[in-house]
């Protein structure tokens, strides 16, 4: 438990170490996405100090939890050595295929991490309370090797130690525009986590399809390209929501991937940021226990943005608020080496909340809301 925040208020855990740690000059990871919204909320006045955890980082007995040792140490290695040899760079998908020997392989991975294990041991130990870790959400990471840009699985490790700290049913939704693979497939046959994701259609990992129930305790809905806000509201409402109240679950862990908005350049989906804030209003009532963690997004305003207002969301403020003159003065600091970057609109710098991306609810989509939720 964290001592003097439960279960008053949600806590917000960050850390410095992303102020400077980058995957690499040309990766897509090489944006600021953590530390602007710590100095955005920090700059709009949202965020009062004593609701602020600086992130611990797990230790290598607390990753292998779930994570191999031998793999564990190899990041370790690497970490220290700045390379490794071939044949591991072949077993443990490090060093290629978007996951980088860079000067944190181990630091950064396993401080998302730790604060995903700090989330999930203080929620475990409270009748109710939320949190948000900012760095977490690192979805496709697996056992013993790296994966789409995550080399330690903290949702995982956060669910094993709620479900270590006696919760019975655990709830695992995923917002981001990939499917959550990694997760969906370590609690396969384990009928104490149910995981949902919605992800686009034919995007790496290209996994999940709808009709894919992963041994039962899985559903997702696999959706086209260009998802609109009203596409999402209509697989919350009939789709999702209902799977939640099913399920009954004693905490509820949200992915908030970034990546399904129309500003990112990763995907195909075109949500507008409040599409995101209205999900995690809906989803944060399916249990009194909700962690809330990070994701998917490769562009630093949307992040940021998108972010912020998830904050305002789970401290009940809105998320439409002006940002003032110092949160402004946050958004116009950031660089993004990227085309759509050149040039940014004005209301990247101006303003949390996008312009409503509304549109009707194709066919595609009600098809894959009754196909997940029959019986």
């Given at each position: 438990?964290?001592?003097?925040?439960?279960?008053?208020?949600?806590?917000?855990?960050?850390?410095e170490?992303?102020?400077?740690s980058?995957?690499?000059?040309?990766?897509?990871?090489?944006?600021?996405r953590?530390t602007p919204?710590m100095?955005?909320?920090r700059?709009?006045?949202v965020?009062?100090?004593?609701?602020?955890v600086e992130?611990?980082?797990?230790?290598?007995?607390?990753?292998?939890?779930f994570?191999?040792?031998?793999?564990?140490?190899?990041?370790?290695r690497?970490?220290?050595?700045?390379?490794?040899?071939?044949?591991?760079?072949?077993?443990?998908?490090?060093?290629?295929?978007?996951?980088?020997?860079?000067?944190?392989?181990?630091?950064?991975?396993a401080t998302?991490?730790?604060?995903?294990?700090?989330?999930g041991?203080a929620?475990?130990?409270?009748?109710?309370g939320?949190?948000?870790s900012?760095?977490?959400?690192?979805?496709?990471?697996?056992?013993?090797q790296?994966?789409g840009?995550?080399?330690?699985?903290?949702?995982?490790?956060?669910i094993?130690?709620m479900?270590?700290g006696?919760?019975?049913?655990?709830?695992?939704v995923?917002?981001d525009?990939?499917?959550?693979?990694?997760?969906?497939?370590?609690?396969?046959?384990d009928?104490?986590?149910?995981?949902?994701s919605?992800?686009?259609?034919?995007?790496?990992?290209?996994t999940?399809?709808?009709?894919?129930?992963a041994?039962?305790?899985?559903?997702?809905?696999?959706?086209?390209?260009?998802?609109?806000?009203?596409?999402?509201?209509?697989?919350?409402?009939?789709?999702?929501?209902?799977?939640g109240?099913?399920f009954?679950?004693d905490?509820i862990?949200v992915?908030?991937?970034?990546?399904?908005l129309?500003?990112?350049?990763?995907?195909?989906?075109?949500l507008?940021?409040?599409?995101l804030?209205s999900?995690?209003?809906?989803?944060r009532?399916l249990?009194?226990?909700v962690l809330?963690?990070?994701?998917?997004?490769?562009?630093?305003?949307?992040?940021?943005r998108?972010w912020?207002?998830?904050?305002?969301?789970?401290?009940?403020?809105?998320?439409?608020?002006?940002?003032?003159?110092?949160?402004?003065?946050?958004?116009?600091?950031?660089?993004?080496?990227?085309?759509?970057?050149?040039?940014?609109?004005?209301h990247w710098?101006?303003?949390?909340?996008?312009?409503?991306?509304?549109g009707?609810v194709r066919?595609?989509?009600w098809?894959a809301?009754?196909?997940?939720?029959?019986s």
């Amino acid at each position: 438990m964290i001592p003097g925040v439960f279960p008053e208020r949600p806590i917000l855990i960050g850390s410095e170490i992303y102020r400077t740690s980058r995957f690499g000059a040309k990766h897509p990871l090489s944006i600021q996405r953590v530390t602007p919204v710590m100095d955005l909320v920090r700059a709009m006045g949202v965020l009062s100090e004593d609701a602020f955890v600086e992130s611990p980082r797990a230790s290598e007995t607390e990753l292998a939890r779930f994570h191999d040792p031998a793999y564990i140490a190899v990041l370790r290695r690497a970490e220290r050595d700045g390379t490794v040899s071939d044949e591991l760079r072949e077993r443990h998908n490090i060093g290629r295929n978007g996951n980088p020997i860079f000067p944190e392989i181990f630091s950064r991975p396993a401080t998302a991490a730790g604060a995903s294990l700090l989330a999930g041991r203080a929620l475990a130990g409270v009748q109710s309370g939320t949190i948000h870790s900012l760095a977490g959400g690192t979805h496709h990471g697996r056992s013993d090797q790296a994966s789409g840009f995550c080399f330690f699985n903290d949702p995982v490790l956060a669910i094993l130690a709620m479900l270590d700290g006696g919760l019975q049913r655990v709830l695992y939704v995923d917002l981001d525009a990939h499917h959550g693979d990694g997760v969906q497939d370590a609690f396969h046959d384990d009928d104490r986590v149910l995981t949902i994701s919605v992800h686009e259609d034919g995007r790496w990992p290209r996994t999940g399809a709808t009709g894919d129930r992963a041994g039962g305790m899985a559903r997702n809905l696999s959706v086209p390209s260009g998802m609109n806000d009203d596409e999402l509201g209509a697989i919350l409402d009939h789709a999702i929501l209902p799977l939640g109240r099913a399920f009954s679950a004693d905490a509820i862990v949200v992915q908030s991937g970034a990546d399904g908005l129309a500003d990112d350049p990763q995907s195909k989906l075109e949500l507008s940021n409040n599409a995101l804030w209205s999900a995690i209003e809906a989803l944060r009532h399916l249990a009194p226990r909700v962690l809330v963690v990070g994701g998917g997004g490769y562009n630093p305003w949307a992040v940021a943005r998108a972010w912020t207002g998830i904050w305002c969301v789970l401290n009940e403020l809105d998320p439409s608020r002006p940002v003032g003159k110092s949160g402004e003065a946050v958004l116009r600091g950031l660089v993004w080496n990227h085309s759509r970057g050149r040039n940014p609109p004005e209301h990247w710098f101006t303003t949390l909340a996008d312009r409503p991306r509304n549109g009707p609810v194709r066919d595609a989509i009600w098809q894959a809301i009754q196909e997940v939720t029959a019986s």
